[in-house]
């Protein structure tokens, strides 16, 4: 079986908490997807932003005057953000470091794995994926998923000691890796097999 790959992480965990017919859609929808466009990437310029800043290591409050520049239908989410940032770092001392994209094998599909952040905070370094969308909101079980594939695509002597964590950004809310559900990499498994399948069948 030829391996499909060109999925994000977070195209692969939106599907796997999908339930019924919308498996479906959100795949026919991959497959019939057009090219990547900036211009229809409604966080590209925020995350942009967001990585220029913590590379020169400045203040997330600095970002507040930039994003009243942005277009005005996208100001809101982007100050939410910005705001929620802050909330996170605080006080904190950072030091940027950098991370390569990962591919993930998961049975017969592989997923683009890029957790965009890596900080040393505190002296601990920490591996972190952004979720800047307000929908569909960070529960713990999406969570989890998201965690699990980045510990699992990351996993090596090179990142003994790291902490990973993936940032609410809007609420400012850091979930780090802990306790996992029995079976999840069974779960993975099969959604990738029922991916796969639909992707051969639409």
Known sequence: MD??????????????????????????????REDYSPTVDFYKQLREKILETLKAGAKISTMETWALSVQEKKRPAYLAVISGLKTFMGKRSYKWFGLKKKTLAVGPISLSVNPEVGLEIDGVRHVIKLYLRDEPPLVKNRAQLILHILQ???????SEGHTFGVLDARKGKFHASGAEPPGIDALLEGEAVAFKTMYDAV
């Open 3 to 32: 391996t499909l790959d060109g999925i994000s992480l977070t195209y692969f965990v939106d599907f796997v908490l999908k339930a019924g017919t919308p498996k479906i859609t959100a795949v026919a929808s991959f497959k019939n």
């Open 152 to 158: 699992r695509a990351y996993s090596g002597p090179d």
